[in-house]
């Protein structure tokens, strides 16, 4: 389960997971991650996930769900909401170090840079917003 913020401004909110995670530290990734557990639907382990990284409730709405493969073979569904939320966050500082706000030609300065970005997230730029 993915999720995507949207400012007003028309930016999309990314965080930079923690040096304590054990997959991808460092790395920019969606604003809020995880997986759905067996009592819950997409929707409400967004709303989990979104009030345990960020501190924060808020509204969210469907966006789209992708078949995801990663290079180790592993498949699964990434299923992506997004919200229009200006902030300010309040993240879990174990899990994240920072959320910021960035256009769609910032976050491409920033791949041709090198900056370290979760597959997950480089999937779904690609997929979804040409990048």
Known sequence: MEYL???DKNELALQLRSK?????PLHWSTPVGGHVQ????YEEAALREFEEELGL???IDFL???FY???RGNKKFLVTFKTI???PFKPDKEVVEKVEFFSTDEIKKMIIHKEKFHPELL???KRHFKI
Not at 20 to 24: E, L, R, T
Request: net charge positive.
């Open 85 to 87: 939320f200006n902030g």
């Open 57 to 59: 409730k808020t509204k």
């Open 20 to 24: 304590k995670v054990s997959f991808c």
């Open 38 to 41: 067996s009592n819950e639907n």
């Open 69 to 71: 493969s990663d290079s």
């Open 123 to 125: 999937f779904l730029l």
């Open 64 to 66: 789209r769900k992708d």
């Open 5 to 7: 913020d949207i400012v």
